[in-house]
């Protein structure tokens, strides 16, 4: 936990013309237990997150600015065995290898190295996340005797060979094949045209010696989907790719050049009949396929499922990044001195600023939330791996959960660092503060593992499918009702009648519709409503799009396919929202309590109000509620702010974590030295007249 210097001094900073947080005079303040705030937001794994921090602190793991991406690749590689070294990566693989089954805990470690390089935590990710899992949870017990023992000590480097050129978020579509020949017991991969070719692969280019490649199984003239195969890639002494496998270089990226991407291609390539992964899966030596799951469209999802990790781990990386760069942001903009609006003396710290708390302080709000509904999906991912609760429905709410939760964090991170980055001004555009850097590489985080609008579409699908549920064993009469009941709501919602209501309920009053936004209840209603409306709404314009032909079908649902996803990226902040709200029932210390209710209620309004049109527009908020979200708004900033610095502190990153030189205290050295400055010059009777001083006075004399 980092130390917590001055505090009360930097909380302190605030110009003459903030009011005070608390309405109530002589009323003691809320303060922020820090130490007891950031035991809670370390989670249920906090000692594997401690000692990751403790390796991620290091500088043999940090990134090095200024590498050429052939020198940062050879840095990180060599991390790679820094972390085999000091038993960093073996958490989840099975104890009787080495590892100690710790699926959770093997995440919490890995995404925290985004503070050290991010190319380090996606290599690392690329290396035991996902070729590593894929032979653990795709494989069985020999395919993990031969192979886990040479990954698990980075003996064998290898790749995650699914996407292709042609095809990335679309892998039942992937083109590689792998056809049986029963006559050699083998399966013969090949890639038919250079679409097919394995794309942005991590160590492609230059490191891999195996890989983990996905193709079509094809046994007695039958494709039965998607498989994983094990193949041998390059030779381990001198490097070079094995007969039938090409490949080229990925080359220079916007960012992560630290990993060495690239392309592969196999013409006729052979393999045995054993290296195929076949725990959901397997070919006889006669080609007789077989597999525990009939439904090839579920076992295909099935054997997806397995490597959701991916995606759990891009959004725990995306919150600590939103964090690194709100305690650098914040901490700055505490020091910061601009402009004497105020005084005739003394500058503004940028944090007084209204505007400088609304571009901070939401997204501190937001970073909050996604950290608590990350801990929860943290959660059921244990959960599921562990085999505590492992059924169908468990992993499906899995997938559901890692696929509405990453793209709005991976967003939030990438529109944090900008805003950061803005908001310290030039400093915040030097490579040494690390906004710049940090956003290059976690820009491809919102389009792998998943494109984060193709995984919104996949939310709203399985909202869609839960909608029609409700209705699929029901009489025509509650049918009927139902409906009937929808249109009275639509009638009372569209003619006026809701927002009358609402004004005569606030009685005028700028208060009272403050206290009822401000009321988690009704935020709960107000966020609920709207995914409820509007996966509704979706759900009545598809209704019979099955019975269609198959291009009307696509035609009517892409004709609706942007408020589906609008629903399902509102049903993912809802969650967002919901966890928030959950954690501040685990805070113990009311001072605590308090300041996060009111973070809290920032993120909840925050959200209403970026969504105001929608609610007006459906006659959920009144005109006379509508006018008071951003004043409320306004007026929760100002008691945030005087603890914005213990928010970020609660963080738990030190200086060697955030590494930004505009958090380190030096700026407040640089203003404290002018001030003393200005103000011995004052003091001595010698400072210049400003000019216009002197034309007041001159004027006031010809008055007089």
Not at 381 to 396: E, I, K, L, P, Y
């Amino acid at each position: 936990m980092t130390d917590v210097v001055d505090r009360t001094a930097r909380k302190g900073l605030r110009s003459p013309a903030t009011p005070a947080a608390n309405p109530v005079a002589d009323a003691p303040a809320p303060a922020v237990d820090v130490a007891g705030l950031g035991r809670q937001l370390l989670g249920k794994w906090a000692d594997v997150r401690l000692q990751a921090r403790d390796l991620a602190a290091r500088p043999e793991l940090h990134k090095v600015e200024g590498l050429t991406h052939t020198d940062h690749r050879e840095r990180v590689f060599g991390q790679l065995k820094y972390l085999v070294d000091n038993n960093a990566v073996h958490r989840a693989f099975p104890a009787e290898l080495g590892g100690s089954d710790d699926h959770g805990g093997n995440i919490a470690g890995f995404e925290e190295l985004v503070v050290a390089d991010p190319s380090l935590q996606i290599k690392a990710g690329v290396q035991w996340g996902l070729f590593g899992s894929a032979v653990m949870h795709l494989g069985t017990a020999e395919h993990h005797a031969k192979w886990l023992p040479g990954i698990m000590n980075l003996e064998i480097p290898g790749c995650f060979a699914m996407t292709e050129t042609g095809h990335g978020s679309d892998v039942a579509s992937i083109a590689t094949t792998a056809t049986y020949d029963p006559d050699t017991e083998e399966f013969v991969i090949h890639t038919p045209f250079r679409a097919a070719w394995k794309d942005y692969i991590g160590n492609a280019a230059t490191d891999g010696l195996g890989a983990v490649v996905f193709a079509q199984l094809v046994t007695r003239g039958v494709n039965h989907g998607v498989h994983a195969l094990y193949v041998d890639l390059r030779d381990p002494d001198t490097k070079d790719f094995l007969p039938g496998i090409g490949g080229e270089d990925d080359g220079i990226k916007g960012g992560l050049n630290g990993i060495d991407n690239g392309r592969l291609h196999f013409t006729n390539v052979r393999v045995p009949r054993t290296n195929l992964l076949n725990r959901y899966g397997n070919v006889d030596p006669d080609g007789t396929y077989t597999s525990p799951i009939a439904s090839p469209g579920r076992r295909f999802f099935t054997m997806l499922g397995t490597l959701v990790q991916g995606r759990v781990s891009l959004d725990g990386a995306a919150v600590a990044a939103s964090k690194v760069a709100l305690k650098a942001a914040i901490q700055y903009a505490t020091e910061r001195r601009q402009f004497n609006a105020s005084s005739h003396t003394d500058e503004e710290v940028l944090l007084d600023y209204q505007r400088h708390q609304r571009r901070l302080f939401t997204r501190l709000a937001t970073t909050y939330a996604a950290g608590f509904a990350h801990e929860q999906l943290l959660q059921k991912f244990d959960d599921v791996f562990s085999g505590a609760h492992d059924t169908d429905a468990d992993r499906q709410d899995l997938e559901t959960l890692a696929a509405a939760l990453k793209p709005l964090s991976t967003w939030h991170a990438l529109d944090t660092l900008q805003e950061c980055r803005e908001a310290c001004g030039g400093a915040g555009f030097l490579i040494e503060n690390r906004f710049a850097s940090l956003r290059a590489d976690l820009d491809v985080y919102a389009t792998f593992e998943g494109d984060n609008t193709v995984l919104l579409q996949l939310v709203a699908k399985r909202l869609l499918a839960d909608y029609a549920k409700e209705f699929r064993n029901v009489d025509f009469g509650v049918l009927a009702r139902y409906v009937v009941n929808q249109a009275a709501g639509a009638a009372v919602h569209r003619t006026g009648l809701r927002q009358v209501a609402q004004f005569v309920a606030d009685t005028g009053s700028v208060q009272k519709a403050a206290i009822a936004l401000r009321d988690e209840e009704s935020q709960r209603a107000l966020l609920t409503d709207r995914v409820q409306t509007m996966v509704a709404e979706a759900g009545a314009a598809l209704k019979g799009s099955k019975r269609l032909p198959q291009d009307k079908g696509a035609a009517l649902f892409n004709r609706h396919q942007n408020e589906l996803i609008d629903a399902a990226q509102a049903h993912a902040e809802l969650l967002q929202w919901e966890a928030f709200t959950e954690a501040l029932q685990q805070v113990a210390d009311p001072g605590t309590r308090t300041v996060l209710t009111w973070l809290r209620d920032l993120f909840g309004l925050s959200l209403i109000e970026k969504n105001l049109s929608w609610y007006l527009m459906n006659g959920r908020l009144s005109m006379q509620r509508a006018r008071t979200v951003g004043a409320y708004i306004n007026r929760l900033l100002e008691k945030i702010r005087p603890h914005a610095v213990d928010l970020v502190d609660a963080f738990g990153y030190g200086e060697d974590h955030v590494r930004a030189a505009i958090a380190t205290g030096a700026e407040k050295a640089r203003q404290d030295e002018a001030r003393t400055h200005f103000r011995n010059e004052r003091a001595s009777g010698h400072a210049p007249v400003d000019e216009k001083v002197l034309i007041a006075k001159t004027a006031a004399g010809r008055k007089g």
